[in-house]
């Protein structure tokens, strides 16, 4: 130890008799340097700007503006105030966890923009799912019948039956409260003019095959076996013409939406309660082998499609309809109903001329009064399905008001 304190002692003697002075000297030498002076007086001036923004903008950062939020779960309604962006932040603030089979509506990501802005928590119920004689338990809080199955895990075909009962034999049966019931479709192999597809169905013949695929016999077209005939899964379908050559084209058929009306939650959100799928066209034409053209024959759905549903929220929003006009005219044009600087937009919520004339209206919207301009922003909101989520997500997203005006 006594050693290791001497050799620092030296090292430091060393450094205070020659390395120091040197140091010294040459920093005497460069500040006699011409740009010494201003280089050291911009980096000095420089630090003290930042510290100085740095500052400021701790003190004027906004703070989120605060909702007033109704949380219905659990058989109670939980009233409270939060400034949590999205609906999965303030459940995961108040510790209010999703179970298996739970469903929180509207979802997880949407935006808290409203005050009285209602989230719905429905807790999953012991549900029993039959298919073919198998019975599964499950938990779901799920609104319709096939989206039970899928969140269970299942893949139920476009075209199985799915209902839902209330199981009335609690002894005998087993059952634990709802039922749902899926009666699964049939495969069959239908060769339709030499083409082989694959479908399925819950026809009891073949007649009743041909009009549930929307096949309609045409002049010299035969079917095989008669249309009397039963199906049973695999069972081989042909649809026959003579002497013709088939060609085919598929076409998607759109999934149908289907909304329906929730006055519990706040007007502006949704909740998609089943995913739709698509379905598929086949399209069968007779070829002119001569000419080239084309003659329909057949026009087979092949597979069904399943509709969306979607909740819309019909409970209305509150708040002032002015704080909510000045917000958004203050994001889009500070504020100036008479904005017009050349870029294809005007007035105080920057108008383009086809959406001022689409509303019936004519001018330039930068020279209408204030009340034209103010209606017209709150009719065109109102006219599209998601409000300025979708009209104008930039100013949705900065000022945090709510989709729809409130009120209106």
């Known amino acids: 130890m006594h050693n290791k304190?001497?050799?620092?002692?030296?090292?430091?003697?060393?450094?205070?008799?020659?390395?120091?002075?040197?140091?010294?000297?040459r920093f005497k030498k460069a500040s006699r340097h011409p740009y010494a002076v201003p280089v050291i007086t911009v980096?000095?001036?420089?630090?003290?700007?930042?510290?100085?923004f740095l500052v400021?903008?701790?003190?004027?950062t906004p703070k989120p503006t605060p909702y007033v939020v109704i949380i219905t779960h659990d058989n109670v309604?939980?009233?409270?105030?939060?400034?949590?962006?999205t609906v999965g932040a303030l459940l995961t603030k108040l510790h209010l966890t999703l179970n298996q089979g739970d469903v929180v509506e509207p979802s997880l990501g949407t935006r808290i923009n409203d005050d009285k802005f209602r989230i719905n928590i429905y807790r999953a119920l012991p549900v029993e799912i039959v298919e073919s004689g198998q019975r599964i338990f499950t938990f779901s809080a799920a609104k319709t019948p096939r989206s039970i199955a899928v969140q269970a895990g299942l893949n139920p075909y476009p075209e199985d039956l799915i209902t839902t009962s209330a199981e009335t034999n609690f002894v005998n049966g087993n059952g634990i409260g709802q039922v749902v019931n899926i009666k699964p479709s049939v495969p069959i192999n239908l060769i339709l003019y030499g083409l082989p597809i694959v479908t399925r169905t819950h026809s009891d013949t073949v007649a009743e095959l041909l009009q549930e695929k929307h096949i309609?016999?045409?002049?010299?077209?035969?079917?095989?076996?008669?249309?009397?005939?039963?199906?049973?899964?695999?069972?081989?379908?042909f649809i026959l013409h003579a002497g013709t050559t088939i060609t085919t084209s598929t076409q998607a058929i759109p999934a149908p939406v289907q909304t329906i009306d929730d006055p519990t939650l706040s007007t502006g959100t949704?909740?998609?309660?089943?995913?739709?799928?698509?379905?598929e066209l086949l399209i069968t034409y007779e070829l002119d082998t001569k000419t080239g053209a084309k003659t329909q024959l057949q026009s087979v759905e092949v597979?069904?499609?399943?509709?969306?549903?979607?909740?819309?929220?019909t409970a209305p929003v509150t708040g002032s309809l002015g704080t909510w006009l000045l917000e958004l005219r203050d994001c889009e044009s500070g504020g100036n109903y008479a904005d017009d600087t050349g870029n294809g937009?005007?007035?105080?919520?920057?108008?383009?001329?086809?959406?001022?004339?689409?509303?019936?209206?004519?001018?330039?919207?930068?020279?209408?009064?204030?009340?034209?301009?103010?209606?017209?922003?709150?009719?065109?909101?109102?006219?599209?399905?998601?409000?300025l989520a979708s009209q104008n997500p930039g100013c949705y997203e900065k000022t945090g008001i709510s989709a729809f005006p409130p009120g209106s």
């Open 5 to 25: 304190l001497q050799r620092l002692s030296l090292k430091f003697e060393r450094y205070r008799r020659v390395r120091f002075p040197r140091r010294v000297k």
């Open 43 to 52: 980096a000095l001036l420089f630090i003290i700007t930042g510290i100085g």
């Open 56 to 60: 400021i903008n701790r003190h004027h």
């Open 77 to 85: 309604k939980q009233i409270v105030p939060s400034i949590e962006p």
């Open 216 to 237: 309609v016999l045409k002049n010299g077209d035969t079917v095989q076996p008669g249309l009397t005939s039963a199906i049973t899964p695999g069972e081989n379908v």
């Open 270 to 279: 949704s909740a998609i309660r089943q995913q739709g799928v698509n379905g």
């Open 303 to 313: 597979q069904a499609p399943v509709p969306e549903i979607v909740a819309q929220g």
């Open 345 to 387: 937009y005007y007035g105080a919520y920057q108008f383009s001329l086809g959406t001022w004339e689409r509303l019936g209206l004519s001018g330039l919207p930068s020279d209408s009064p204030p009340s034209v301009q103010d209606e017209a922003i709150i009719k065109n909101t109102n006219l599209s399905s998601g409000g």
